[in-house]
């Protein structure tokens, strides 16, 4: 045992509550080192004058306003805590209901396509660029001879009535 | 505990008795103003009442008191809403060891004993500077060591430390006060207990 060891073990030695081993170590020590027994015996009055102060009793109204201010207190148990025992509970009830209620108020099909839905339109609308892509090159054809300017500078023939067009 | 928590107003009551002078002592010891520790004391009882549905009996319910007196008082001195109360060896009060009000001397009131009032007063005066002098952990320590009586495990819990920072903390303090009281640690009053320190 050393002086350094003393900061763990003087407090506990005074206090009666060191094993017997450790006690005897603690003792050994003292009777050894003049300035740990004199540190100790100072310790021992101080702890003598810390008793010296006085025990304070509450004022009698202390009481009186922890009881008023314990019944200011919310029960918590209206309808509402007993319906929802748990927070997590509560705010996976909302988040559900909120979820139904969105789900809800979608529009349905029937009043936002009042035609056909949206699927029906992605179909027509992929034969219509499937028949585009078909006639692709007769498009391309009469694009070149409309504007072929040698064919610009011919007569205009005025057009046959539909009637005496050749049958083909 | 448990039965409060189970909703039994009776045993809060018990609570109440029986920690109500424990709490306002160290709470005053702490901020240094009656009026204030039982302001601070109603607060820690109505913390307990709002945390019963939560308690879980892992520690003594003294540990877990203390923790929350301690933080408590520690709070409202950091925040310095609470004035330190300072008394002046000028301006002597008397301090009625019944009740622990402190007043201020009246002349009416002098007697013989008088100049014992007023050595005894300078010596507490002088005992409550010294602790406010402590740092405000090692001041904790010991007050909960010395006053309430609690063991070193729940002291040390109550501040976050080990049991061995908590033997080192104490002495450290009883150096302190040992430095701060040497004008009455050399000149004890009266018969100086022998033995704990507790």
């Avoid at chain 1, 209206?78 to 929802?84: D, E, F, H, K, Q």
């Avoid at chain 1, 748990?86 to 349905?108: N, Q």
């Avoid at chain 2, 000028?90 to 201020?104: T, Y």
């Avoid at chain 2, 908590?166 to 006060?177: H, N, Q």
Wanted: glycine content about 4%; hydrophobic content about 40%; some cysteine.
């Amino acid at each position: 045992m050393n002086c350094a060891r003393m900061d763990k073990r003087l407090i506990p030695y005074l206090d009666g509550r060191l094993s017997d081993r450790k006690r005897r170590g603690v003792e050994a020590h003292l009777a050894a080192c003049a300035a740990c027994w004199l540190r100790a015996d100072e310790f021992r009055a101080v702890a003598g004058l810390l008793g010296e102060l006085p025990q304070i009793e509450p004022s009698g109204a202390f009481d009186a306003r922890v009881r008023t201010r314990v019944a200011a207190e919310p029960q918590g148990q209206g309808w509402w805590a007993w319906l929802m025992p748990s927070p997590r509970v509560a705010l996976a009830a909302t988040l559900l209901t909120i979820l139904v209620v969105w789900v809800g108020s979608r529009p349905t099909d029937k009043d936002t396509y009042p035609h056909g839905t949206p699927a029906t339109a992605t179909v027509q609308s992929q034969d219509d660029d499937f028949q585009m892509i078909k006639d692709l090159p007769v498009l391309e054809d009469y694009d070149v001879l409309a504007n072929f300017e040698p064919l610009s500078s011919l007569p205009q023939q005025p057009e046959q009535p539909a009637a005496e067009s050749p049958q083909m | 505990m448990l039965d409060v928590k189970a909703g039994d107003a009776q045993s809060f009551e018990l609570l109440l008795q029986r920690y109500r002078t424990p709490l306002v002592n160290f709470l005053c010891r702490m901020v240094r103003d009656r009026a204030q520790a039982e302001d601070l004391a109603q607060d820690v009882f109505l913390r307990v009442y709002r945390a019963r549905k939560d308690y879980v009996p892992s520690a003594k319910f003294t540990t877990w008191l203390f923790r929350i007196a301690t933080n408590v008082a520690l709070n409202a001195v950091r925040d310095g809403r609470y004035r330190q109360m300072e008394i002046s060896i000028d301006q002597p009060v008397i301090v009625d060891a019944e009740d622990g009000d402190e007043r201020f001397l009246d002349p009416v009131d002098q007697h013989p004993d008088i100049e014992q009032h007023l050595v005894e007063e300078a010596r507490r005066a002088m005992i409550r500077r010294a602790i406010d002098k402590l740092p405000e952990k090692q001041r904790v320590a010991v007050l909960l060591h010395k006053y309430q009586g609690l063991d070193y495990n729940e002291i040390g819990k109550i501040l976050k430390c080990s049991e061995s920072a908590l033997k080192s903390l104490l002495f450290r303090a009883y150096e302190v006060l040992r430095v701060e009281l040497a004008p009455l640690v050399a000149q004890p009053h009266g018969q100086v207990q022998k033995g704990s320190v507790q």
